[in-house]
């Protein structure tokens, strides 16, 4: 039979029982812990209750524990109601549920996770049921262990990875956009704002409204341009742009946190130093066609603030769903034209369908200062949108990569340290190996530009092949590197301009496509 094995356990027993999967895993048994197999940011509840209808076995860990545990019950009852076959593991001495009685249960309460016997027994069992047992040697220890010769210096993963945070700010993101392009919705359907403020449709107000999340994240929505309220320059003046002459002249931006409360009014000064922004979310509605005159007035604005913010705008086009009526020809010609404005940088995307969601998020991501912390912008979004664990963790090693990308031959130690937060910021997202953590050894890196890419993916690429163990052919560092040569025209390029985000982005590009 084809499918997982579901480990069904307490926390209290968690130390016993990742080593107990660990050692079944590296035995070939296709197992599914839930510190493993939840992507981060993911739906926890509802993520298990897809991994118990599609598991071919349960194994429930037997504790005092486990049995007082409403959680780890409502699991096993789940798999006997769903017909699944239930193996019980006495791990330490309990009362056995009424249910679980009539089962045999596997007695390793005197054994240690790595005994042999233990895991033969286990393994016998599963045969006799005929689950489906790979082949061991291909699981990502196997990997590991083989590359861990390769490194010298020791180096504390974890605690580098802590102090690395602690120097990193949440992101500043600013809302911009045209009146009745949709901004609020926008921001609805992309942020979890259920438990902050529902946005009101800040066309009609004369404010910036502001929401920080709990974790630092904040969120500001602006007053529409082009609108019909003359409070464009509100906007202007909160995002460092000259304030247009035809609009009423202000000299502080009114900022709320929520609707109904006191107005702060912040001069420039005060903005600068509250509200010093990352990423510019510009928005506008796609579903009509541009004038000319409408056309050469978003450009306009969109140069200026390209001056302010290049290389850190994000541009949505709104209301795709709205073509439907047109032939492809004439939706593509539209968007093309729509595009054509924002240097074509423009992702079309539907609140109503979801179309373009998330290609949106993970260019807000890209787009992202490789100083900022990302975590507060993953878990602040709804659980449909947020990125997998694999998507997240090439986003984050693209913005290391190009910062190393652009270092100099007399920054030795700044590559070093930087090759190895890569790692450690790996090793991070990958909790079920702390066991290798400690144990793991880095190269040194000393490489600038593409010679130092070419160098450093190659084994960022087997390092994350292997704890993702993941399922495409593996390629050889010599084939990652040719693949790495494919884009080096772009690379270059990037390098020559001392352009951080291009940069990421092409990275990302290369990452994205060794793993597919």
């Known amino acids: 039979m084809f499918g997982h094995v579901f480990i069904c356990y307490s926390r209290n027993d968690e130390d016993f029982v990742i080593k107990l999967a660990t050692n079944l895993k590296h035995e070939g048994v296709p197992i599914w812990l839930d510190q ?77 996770p790595e005994d042999k016997e233990s895991i033969e027994r286990i393994l016998n069992v599963l045969r006799i049921l005929d689950i489906a047992i790979l082949e061991p040697g291909a699981q990502p220890e196997h990997l590991l262990e083989k590359r861990q010769n390769c490194f010298s210096h020791d180096h504390n993963i974890p605690n580098i990875f802590k102090e690395s945070h602690k120097s990193q700010s949440a992101p500043r993101i600013a809302l911009v956009g045209t009146h009745g392009s949709g901004k609020t919705s926008l921001l609805n359907a992309l942020f979890e704002l259920d438990n902050l403020v529902i946005l009101c449709n800040v066309d009609m107000t004369d404010c910036v409204i502001r929401v920080e999340f709990p974790g630092g994240l904040v969120l500001y929505e602006t007053p529409a341009i082009q609108g019909e309220n003359d409070c464009e320059n509100i906007t202007r003046m909160f995002l460092g742009l000259k304030q247009d002459d035809e609009f009423r002249q202000i000299s502080k931006v009114p900022i709320i946190s929520k609707l109904g409360s006191k107005r702060k009014e912040l001069s420039s000064k005060d903005i600068t130093n509250d509200s010093t922004l990352d990423i510019i979310l510009f928005v506008f509605d796609v579903s009509y066609i541009p004038l000319r005159i409408q056309r050469k007035s978003l450009r306009a604005f969109y140069m200026e603030l390209k001056q302010v913010f290049e290389g850190h705008i994000v541009v949505a086009g709104t209301h795709s769903d709205r073509l439907e009526d047109l032939t492809e020809r004439e939706k593509d010609a539209l968007i093309t034209a729509w595009s054509a404005i924002f240097d074509n940088q423009m992702i079309p995307v539907s609140v109503n369908t979801g179309e373009g969601l998330d290609d949106l998020v993970a260019s807000i991501f890209s787009t992202m200062p490789a100083r900022l912390n990302s975590v507060s912008l993953q878990q602040a979004l709804r659980t449909e949108h947020r990125l997998n664990r694999i998507s997240f963790i090439i986003i984050e090693v693209s913005k290391l990569l190009s910062s190393i990308g652009l270092m100099t031959d007399d920054m030795p130690n700044e590559i070093e340290t930087s090759s190895i937060m890569i790692f450690a910021m790996i090793f991070s997202y990958y909790s079920e190996y702390k066991n290798i953590w400690y144990k793991y050894k880095f190269k040194t890196y000393h490489k600038i530009g593409i010679a130092g890419l070419k160098e450093l993916i190659p084994d960022i690429y087997e390092l994350i092949y292997a704890l993702e163990n993941h399922n495409t052919p593996f390629l050889s560092h010599e084939s990652v590197r040719q693949i790495i040569q494919s884009y080096e025209s772009s690379l270059w390029k990037s390098i020559a301009k001392n352009e951080s985000t291009k940069l990421a982005l092409i990275i990302r590009d290369i990452l994205i496509y060794l793993f597919k």
Not at 43 to 60: G, H
Request: net charge positive; aromatic share 10%.
């Open 36 to 112: 493993w197999d939840i992507p981060f940011g993911a739906n926890w509840s509802r993520t298990i209750e897809n991994a118990l209808k599609k598991c071919t076995c349960l194994l429930i860990i037997l504790s005092p524990s486990s049995v007082e545990s409403d959680e780890v019950q409502s699991e096993w009852l789940s798999a006997l109601d769903k017909n699944k076959v239930v193996i019980p593991i006495l791990y330490k001495k309990c009362e056995i549920p009424f249910r679980l009685k009539p089962i045999k249960y596997i007695d390793i309460m005197s054994r240690s």
